[in-house]
């Protein structure tokens, strides 16, 4: 669907800074939650978790547990079904585990009693007998021929002969030759980086409240980014069909994409089944951290060449990323990722994907980006520094641009790379004068964003308001958005518009809430959908006023006549020709399905200033700006939220956040106390800039904002912290300790 | 185990229930009493989440028990808007956008409340690290600092 041909068009409402219309519920305590419904007859549920990195399962006893007063059902992976798709199988064995138990927390069991005391207390009546077996938690080592092997016959046929079986995914993108390229640098660096796996931390930990009977018919109530993907999942693993399940998205308390999987909605259905009761089951955080999914940990290799004056001639780079226990391709958006920002005569990226004992590793915003492009704008920067260069100059020579072909294959069309660079660069922030201690980096960040499967329903009421019937979860203040979409489109005010996420019997198929697409790609649909609900309003409007329908134009919320052949009459507003609809071919609605495309990338620039203090290693964020381009912004005030809190997810990545392993292969701190999550009091205002250079996909210019955030910020603070220290820092996070060991060798 | 029986005031309604020795005031507000604006996030006092009054002091309610409570004065999230007359706070919470997800606004609300009873006119210095107690995942505090101030501002002017 292309950007309107409106070049000076004026919008009434988008762009404004309207009221959500979930605020209120919000603020008082009503909105509901995964974990806030309860039913009659409700059983709480409890999951039983492996103690142990990787293990055999010898055998479970359930006896005990099933003889407790008070316990009404026990399920294990033999309740569950095991789907032939590898995707599905996958998605239940991470339920329930099988025959082995792949990381510490792995579920094993599970049981549903009349208190969560007694669920408590049953659980641990579950006698496991495990056979312990060695196991691998970091990159490098899994990738080794002679590495403890997480999964048999896993790897994909592209995968080269010779690696490990932990080995499951090999690509390879770029263009151009490597090596007269780098013939024609006049310095080349090569580093080689690491970065901890982090988790989305959401604040709601994963909640559902299930109900099956033995006749196939369910109900879910979940907190989750797809409602969509819940079903498809949930019919696989229980061996139900998807018409029999209903399951509806409650208010979500963040995902980041952690939320884009299922962990306890089949656990809690078998539960159901068997005991003949709605069970709920709340994650602990404890749970969240160890068995819910973190981001990828990397290892990655990047050599760049430059002339003296600033043009790169040659890039490479090979990135090893695990996604923990089970196959994943996250590793195929970093390699695809690492150089988007520029323009390259010579560019090659390798990625490979290796299975360590580590939870399933689920997508977190810009999945596969910040890494790669942590490793990337470190040596860009590193470089500048060397060859005694600005390194805004730097990226804005060689920064892409409409025309240039990507590392990844497309060539870009309209993008808004050069104009945020231009934006940053013209900035107080980037001449404002530093002290001692203190550094100033600054990273590109890029992600592709995402269209993909939309339904939109779009009614006239009879007293002239509208109601609009949307599939995806509103995770950041999405409703507002497309209310305003579709108020735009319509000619009336935003109040009268109210838009509802419906449960998945009550609207087609949508994907999940991810890709930065549900402002683009719902507000199209919306928009399309208002345009059908429209015409047929001029439709019955021209057989009032008995002319053809091509004479009646839709302006300023009225049907009017298009011109003086038309004849003279009045507008009919939306209000009364929805009055006396049932007089004129019955209800009025307009509805729009779509697979969308055209999405348009996204770029952003981060301009960060850091203190190191040189005695602890500790590092204070002094000031940050946010510049990125938003095609169009619908709601300034939530697009500047995305910028914002991208930027500090990121500044908890590059400082703070990291999973630490033991020997044993347990997670050594599931808890937010040690899990440290950047506070209030860590942190400076976050700066924004927002930039609008249209996309040429959406009507109204519209691009994804909320993944691009996340992007720049570990190479940012990495640069600036480099700066401030004098010595380049190639390991993430920053912590105090490696800091401190860097500055003092 | 036997329940034991706990009077209390809850938002100035008084209040009676009976609770498990074990029970956080918590599982209380939110099982037995279907109080859900807290909110459970961690479970061990490191989100605030949870946060409420009690006896005029800012508490997690995960880290006090149920029985804890017996004769005390406890304020939450539900009563902190006057019939349908929002605090300044919930109001300019809503005007700035100082909430996305919206999970941890009811316990930064709370949180926040309490400040400006003890401060009416903080730095935001001190706002931030009163609030550092209260995590906050979507919108990395920004709009939130600003929406207290303003309202601090507002609640001054009165």
């Keep these: 669907m292309a950007f309107d041909d409106q070049v000076k068009r004026r919008f009434n409402v988008v762009g404004t800074r309207v009221t959500r219309p979930d605020g209120i519920d919000k603020v008082t305590g009503k909105a509901a939650y995964g974990a806030d419904i309860s039913a009659p007859g409700m059983l709480h549920g409890r999951i039983l978790r492996s103690p142990h990195a990787h293990a055999r399962i010898v055998s479970i006893d359930t006896s005990e547990a099933e003889a407790l007063a008070g316990v009404k059902a026990v399920v294990t992976g033999a309740d569950l079904a095991m789907p032939e798709d590898a995707d599905f199988a996958d998605v239940a064995i991470n339920c329930l585990a099988r025959d082995k138990a792949l990381y510490d927390g792995h579920a094993v069991a599970a049981v549903a009693a009349t208190s969560k005391a007694i669920a408590k207390q049953a659980i641990r009546l579950i006698k496991v007998e495990y056979e312990v077996l060695p196991h691998v938690t970091d990159v490098d080592a899994a990738m080794k021929p002679d590495a403890p092997v997480v999964q048999e016959g896993r790897a994909l046929e592209n995968v080269p002969a010779g690696k490990s079986q932990n080995v499951t995914t090999y690509c390879k993108f770029g263009h151009g030759d490597l090596d007269a390229g780098f013939a024609k640098a006049d310095k080349i660096i090569e580093r080689s980086f690491k970065t901890a796996a982090t988790h989305q931390g959401y604040i709601e930990p994963q909640a559902c409240m299930a109900s099956l009977g033995n006749d196939g018919r369910g109900e879910v109530w979940c907190c989750t980014q797809g409602q969509y993907m819940v079903r498809a999942n949930c019919a696989a693993v229980l061996g139900v069909e998807e018409s029999q399940l209903r399951i509806t998205a409650s208010e979500i308390g963040g995902g980041f994409g952690g939320k884009t999987s299922t962990f306890i909605e089949p656990v809690a259905l078998a539960l159901s089944r068997k005991s003949g009761k709605p069970v709920k089951i709340v994650m602990t955080r404890d749970e969240v951290l160890k068995a819910t999914g973190p981001t990828i940990s990397s290892s990655m290799d990047i050599k760049i060449g430059m002339t003296k004056d600033g043009r790169i001639t040659a890039a490479r780079g090979e990135l090893r990323y695990s996604g923990g226990a089970y196959p994943n391709f996250t590793v195929e958006m970093g390699a695809q990722a690492a150089f988007a920002a520029y323009d390259l005569e010579a560019v090659e990226t390798i990625g490979w994907n290796a299975m360590t004992n580590r939870p399933k590793e689920i997508p977190y915003r810009a999945p596969g980006a910040p890494t790669a492009i942590y490793a990337v704008e470190s040596v860009v920067d590193e470089l500048c520094q060397e060859l005694g260069l600005d390194p805004l100059d730097v990226r804005l020579m060689n920064a892409a641009r409409k025309g240039t072909l990507s590392s990844y294959g497309p060539t870009f069309n309209e993008i808004g790379l050069v104009a945020t660079l231009e934006a940053a660069k013209a900035h107080p922030h980037y001449t404002a004068p530093l002290g001692p201690n203190q550094g100033r980096g600054l990273s590109c960040g890029f992600w592709f964003n995402f269209g993909g499967n939309t339904c939109v329903s779009l009614n006239i009421n009879d007293d002239g308001t509208v109601g609009v019937v949307e599939g995806n979860p509103d995770i950041g203040g999405s409703r507002a958005s497309i209310s305003m979409m579709a108020a735009e489109e319509l000619g009336v005010p935003y109040d009268k518009v109210r838009t509802v996420i419906a449960d998945t019997s009550s609207l087609g198929f949508n994907d999940i809430t991810d890709g930065s697409r549900v402002t683009f790609a719902v507000g199209l649909a919306t928009i399309e959908a208002a345009r059908a609900a429209i015409k047929e309003m001029c439709r019955r409007v021209a057989k009032i006023w008995d002319i053809d329908e091509d004479a009646v134009i839709w302006e300023d919320g009225a049907a009017k006549p298009a011109g003086p052949n038309a004849g003279t009459h009045p507008p009919m507003t939306l209000a009364e020709i929805a009055a006396i609809a049932g007089n004129t071919g019955g209800p009025i609605a307009g509805h729009h399905e779509v697979n969308a495309d055209g999405a348009g990338v996204s770029f952003g620039v981060h301009l960060c200033d850091t203190e190191v203090d040189p005695e602890t290693g500790a590092v204070k964020i002094l000031r940050y700006t946010v510049f990125q381009d938003a095609g169009k912004a619908v709601h300034p005030d939530y697009v500047e939220g995305q910028m914002q809190g991208g930027a500090v997810q990121g500044i908890g990545w590059a400082l703070n956040e990291e999973y630490i392993y033991g020997e044993d292969g347990r997670l050594q701190n599931p808890a937010f106390l040690d899990y440290r999550i950047p506070v209030a009091s860590d942190l400076p205002p976050i700066e924004t800039v927002i930039l609008e250079i249209p996309n040429p996909g959406h009507p109204y210019g519209v691009r994804g904002v909320g993944e691009t955030p996340i992007v720049p910020p570990l190479a940012a603070i990495a640069n600036a912290v480099s700066r401030a220290a004098n010595v380049r820092l190639t390991e993430l996070p920053m912590s105090p300790p490696r800091v401190l060991k860097a500055i003092t060798g | ?158």
């Excluded at chain 2, 061990?44 to 009054?53: E, F, I, L, N, R």
């Design chain 2, 1 to 158: 185990m036997k329940t034991i029986p706990v009077a209390t005031t809850i938002n100035g309604d008084e209040t009676e229930f009976l609770c498990h020795t074990d029970e956080s005031l918590l599982d209380v507000l939110r099982d037995r009493l279907g109080l859900t604006g807290a909110k459970e996030g961690c479970g061990t006092g490191d989100c605030g989440a949870c946060s409420v009054m009690m006896n005029g002091r800012l508490v997690c309610s995960c880290l006090v028990l149920g029985v804890e409570t017996e004769g005390a004065e406890i304020e939450t999230i539900e009563g902190m808007a006057k019939g349908d007359t929002l605090h300044p706070l919930q109001r300019v919470f809503l005007e700035e956008a100082a909430l996305q997800c919206g999970i941890c606004t009811p316990g930064i609300l709370v949180a926040a409340k309490a400040l400006l009873e003890k401060n009416p006119d903080p730095t935001d210095t001190e706002v931030r690290y009163w609030l550092a107690g209260n995590l906050c995942r979507c919108t990395g505090y920004d709009k939130i600092i600003k929406a207290v101030q303003k309202a601090a501002a507002e609640m001054r002017a009165a």
